[in-house]
Structure formats: structure tokens, C-alpha cells
């Protein structure tokens, strides 16, 4: 089946269904409606002389005209590249400078940012926001007419680039990689069937739009299934206090969580609304994009009666393994490879590790992206026939599923012994009163590095009033080679956009904090020991 015929399909069989709704205005679109305006919409474009194969970057919060915009680039061949309207100003300039579109789209609050990286710049008009100024060049998508005559996806090709997206990275600037409109569909569809999606599921999208959870997971894989999607903006901590209310009263069933997220609402929900509505409508419950705490996990488990399916994959590689249901439920498991999909565990040599043992887990895959972008946004071709290397450690059982245990580049080897800090956090987070745990390390004279347990309380809570639990629950749970050298509380992690906790910055402030000479990025508050390893 072509690009054309699979997506048209879809259309076809689901014309006259919901596939959006908004979640600030109510209004909801149509299969067929959603298809009209993106058709318009790619007549709009091609006035303004947008071609196949040209970068179209879009600075845009979640809205359903986003959605709109998105699939008006897939349509007409254009490469989308997302920019997430929270960026720093020097992010914004350093993307565009990168990957040079040919056009930038921006909603209203955000053009003139825009417009001073780059020449070319439209509005595009949000339902629920005023058009600034009635500008002459914006978009208005609900006034523009449907074209007569125009084939979508007419020329599309499997191998044709659909999204340049640039990862939140944890410490450089952000790495422009791209994918191709054919993998990204192959991956989504297998990954939809083998978690039992499909055109009954409703999803509640507060994730950004501006990434992949929100670009793929959510918006392009329950086209695919032809299911609907509530679009609301992006979840904080203030939108955490209507969470349910408005889950249950757009009749959303399906969730896809970051950690984060998770841990907010077990803070922040004061109700019942979420358990009841949980047990009595909720059919999914996906977590993805940052490794799943224990105590999280369980907790919200036992709290709204969801039983959360965890699922592992990269930017670069798309959707890696998805669970069965009668999967088990081990710490870090993430389940079962998909169709096509290889996976191993490699030694510090590359040397392929055995059943159970932990290593660095490389993934084949036919849905790899094409490439990272170089300085001159030019694309550099990755080969698809070679392992990828994901930095990520785990370890695959006799059935080839796999369980993620930590992160290569954060393993602290003291005095020659390698120390996972994922191990160290899964122990000291039970600790009553411990929001959050990040483990890193700092230099040390004798040893190479030691411990940092970095801590998140809870509100409230002082850490001198829980450090003698914490040391003594470390001396009975914990080896003498893992035991933390010094307890500092942070008043919130530092995280990527997507929810992972930034330990290079971290280690920042650990260091400015211990007088090493770094720049500290945040205040902080410390109580320090001498740690039994000193």
C-alpha cells in the first residue's frame, strides 16, 4: 500500500467520526473536516511557494490548527521541523540557523521572536486566541477555501523525509535528526496493533506537541488507528488540578504519561475524580520518555486502579518494544520487540553479552531515522544496517524482552567498581518524605568519583528530619561500595521537555555547592555528611 492509499483510507473509513477535540473550546472535527481544512491549507502553501522536499518550521503551542499544519506538510511532501515555543531565545536562533526553512509559522505571541531569526515568517491564527493585528500574511485556516483539483500525496514516496526534530539534550545545543514518512508510519501502526489500539480509543493529549510524544504518539499514530484526540496544552503543575475533570468530561480513554507527570498528580490530587474515573473508562495507560520509579509506579497503580504499560524507544529509533498483557512486571521491563526489530546487549568491547546480563543495548531496526543534521543543516545519512548504540543499559531475557537498568554515561566507577545510581535511587525514594532521587557523582582524590544523593522532598519536609533514616536505610538496603558520600535537597530537578531529569546540570550545582569552580544553574539548599565511604 502506498503513502497516499494508507492515509487516505483512513479518511475514507472514519469520514464522518471525531478524530479532534478541543480541549479549551469544545468544538470538535471530523475525519472528513480535519481532511477539507488540511487540503486548504496545503493550497495556502503552495501560494507561497512551499514545494515538496522544503523545511517548514513551526513555532506553535498545542492547538488543533497545529494538527492542521502538521498533516498540511505531510500532504504536500514539506519537511516539518517543531519548535517548541518555550525555548530560549538562543535555542530558537540556533535551530533555525540549522536546519534553514524556507518558511516559518508562528502563532501570534511568538512571531516577532521568530521574525528576528528569520525573514520569512507567517501567523498562524489559534481559534482560541486573537489573530495579532489581523496581519496580512497570517493564516486563517477556517477562511481559507478548499482547492479544486489537488491530489494529496500524489508524489509521496516511502523514503521521503517527513520531520526534522530537534531533541531536548541534556547539556550541548539540540541535535537535529529526521525520519521518513514511510518508518514513522510502519512503526506507529505496529506498535498501535500490538497495544489493541484502535478507533475506540480517545487519548488526552497534554504532552508537547513540539516532540515526538506529541507529534507521533499522539497525534499521528490514532490518525493511523482512526481513533480521536483531545488537544490541550501542555501539562504543569496548575493544569494538574483540572487533570481529570477534563480527561472525564471529554471522555478521553486513553493516557500516555512521562514520569514527571505521574508524580505531579500523586502530589497535587486532592480527589476522587481520577480514581473513579480510572477504574470506571481508562483502557490505557502508557508511560514512556524517562525511566518509571518503582515507588511511582505502585503507587499509581494502587491509587486510580490503572495498570501501567511501560514501552521503550529513542528519538532516533521510534517505537522499540511495546508489552503483552501477560507480560511480567519486573522492574525497568519494557517488554517485547516489535515486529522487525532486533535487540542486544554489548560489553565495553562490543562484544555481544548473554541472557541476563546487563550491557549496553543496541537496536536494528527498519525504523531508524535517515540522519542527524551537520552544522550547515545539511543531512548526514546514519546506516540503516548497523546497530545502533542507544546508551542506554539493560539487560534481555531468554525470550528476547528487554528491562532497562540505568544509563551508560551515568554509571560512577569508584575506586574500579562500576555503580549503577538507578539502583541507588529505587532504594532511597521509599523513603517517606523523598519526592524525588538523582544519583551522580563527584571527583574524588583516592577513588576516582563518589556519591551524591541529590533529593527532592516533599512539601514541608526539612532534610535534616529525614538524613538519619536515609543514612540508616542505606547502611541495612545498600552495599558498602554504593553507600552516598553526601545527602543534598534541591527544590526541583532540572528536566528536559520531555520529563528526563538533566543530571549534567545537577552535577552543576553539586559542584558549585562543594566550591569545585562550576557555574551554578539553580538554588539550592544542602545539608552535607561525611559519607561512611570517605
Not at 544509563?407 to 532504594?427: C, L
Request: proline content about 5%.
Amino acid at each position: 500500500m502506498t503513502i497516499r492509499e494508507t492515509i487516505m483510507n483512513v479518511i475514507a473509513r472514519h469520514e464522518a467520526e471525531t478524530f479532534l477535540v478541543d480541549a479549551i473550546t469544545n468544538r470538535e472535527i471530523t475525519y472528513g473536516a480535519f481532511h477539507r481544512r488540511v487540503c486548504a491549507l496545503v493550497a495556502e502553501l503552495r501560494r507561497r511557494d512551499v514545494v515538496k522536499g522544503d523545511r517548514v518550521a513551526v513555532m506553535v503551542p498545542n492547538c488543533c490548527e497545529l494538527a492542521v499544519l502538521y498533516f498540511a506538510c505531510v500532504y504536500l511532501g514539506a519537511i516539518i521541523v517543531p519548535v517548541n515555543p518555550g525555548l530560549s531565545p538562543s535555542d530558537v536562533r540556533f535551530i533555525l540557523s540549522s536546519c534553514k526553512p524556507m518558511l516559518c509559522v508562528a502563532s501570534p505571541p511568538h512571531r516577532d521572536a521568530v521574525q528576528a531569526q528569520h525573514s520569512n515568517v507567517t501567523t498562524l491564527a489559534i481559534a482560541h486566541e486573537a489573530v495579532a493585528g489581523d496581519r496580512a500574511d497570517g493564516i486563517v485556516i477556517d477562511a481559507l477555501a478548499e482547492p479544486s483539483g489537488f491530489v494529496p500525496l500524489e508524489n509521496a514516496e516511502y523514503d521521503d523525509l517527513a520531520v526534522i526534530m530537534y531533541t531536548s539534550g541534556t547539556t550541548a545545543k539540540p541535535k537535529g535528526l529526521a525520519h521518513k514518512i514511510g518508518s514513522m508510519l510502519r512503526n506507529a501502526m505496529a506498535f498501535a496493533e500490538f497495544q489493541g489500539i484502535d478507533h475506540n480509543t480517545r487519548f488526552y493529549l497534554t504532552l508537547s506537541m513540539s516532540y515526538m510524544g506529541g507529534l507521533y504518539n499522539l497525534l499521528i499514530l490514532p490518525f493511523l488507528c482512526g481513533a480521536s484526540v483531545v488537544v490541550d496544552h501542555v501539562f504543569d503543575a496548575r493544569s494538574s488540578l483540572h487533570f481529570w475533570e477534563k480527561a472525564k468530561s471529554n471522555k478521553a480513554n486513553a493516557l500516555w504519561f512521562v514520569p514527571t507527570v505521574m508524580s505531579i498528580l500523586l502530589r497535587m490530587d486532592r480527589g476522587r475524580t481520577g480514581e473513579e474515573f480510572c477504574r470506571a473508562s481508562v483502557r490505557h495507560a502508557f508511560v514512556g520518555f524517562a525511566p518509571l520509579p518503582l515507588k511511582v509506579k505502585n503507587e499509581f497503580e494502587a491509587r486510580y486502579g490503572v495498570r501501567l504499560v511501560e514501552n521503550y524507544g529513542l528519538s532516533e529509533t521510534l517505537f522499540v518494544t511495546a508489552r503483552s498483557v501477560a507480560g511480567p512486571e519486573g522492574q525497568g521491563y519494557v517488554g517485547e520487540p516489535l515486529p522487525g526489530v532486533r535487540l542486544r546487549t554489548v560489553d565495553e568491547n562490543g562484544e555481544t553479552l548473554a541472557p541476563g546480563m546487563d550491557g549496553e543495548v543496541q537496536i536494528l531496526t527498519p525504523d531508524l531515522m535517515a540522519g542527524y543534521l551537520d552544522s550547515e543543516g545539511r543531512l548526514v545519512e546514519f546506516d540503516a544496517s548497523a546497530w545502533f548504540s542507544t546508551g542506554d543499559v539493560g539487560n534481555l531475557d531468554r525470550n528476547g524482552s528487554l528491562s532497562i537498568t540505568g544509563r551508560k554515561k551515568d554509571i560512577i566507577i569508584r575506586g574500579g567498581v562500576n555503580i549503577s545510581p538507578a539502583a541507588i535511587e529505587e532504594s532511597l525514594i521509599r523513603i517517606p518524605g523523598i519526592a524525588d532521587v538523582a544519583v551522580v557523582s563527584i571527583p574524588h582524590a583516592l577513588y576516582g568519583e563518589d556519591i551524591v544523593a541529590v533529593l527532592k522532598l516533599d512539601a514541608g519536609v526539612e532534610l535534616e528530619s529525614v538524613l538519619g533514616e536515609l543514612v540508616s536505610h542505606a547502611r541495612v538496603n545498600l552495599a558498602q561500595h554504593q553507600q552516598p558520600a553526601r545527602y543534598i535537597a534541591i527544590d526541583e530537578f532540572p528536566r528536559t521537555a520531555n520529563g528526563k531529569v538533566q543530571k549534567a546540570r545537577i552535577r552543576e550545582l553539586v559542584a558549585e555547592k562543594l566550591q569545585m569552580g562550576i557555574r551554578s544553574v539553580a538554588p539550592m539548599r544542602t545539608t552535607e555528611r561525611a559519607g561512611v565511604s570517605n
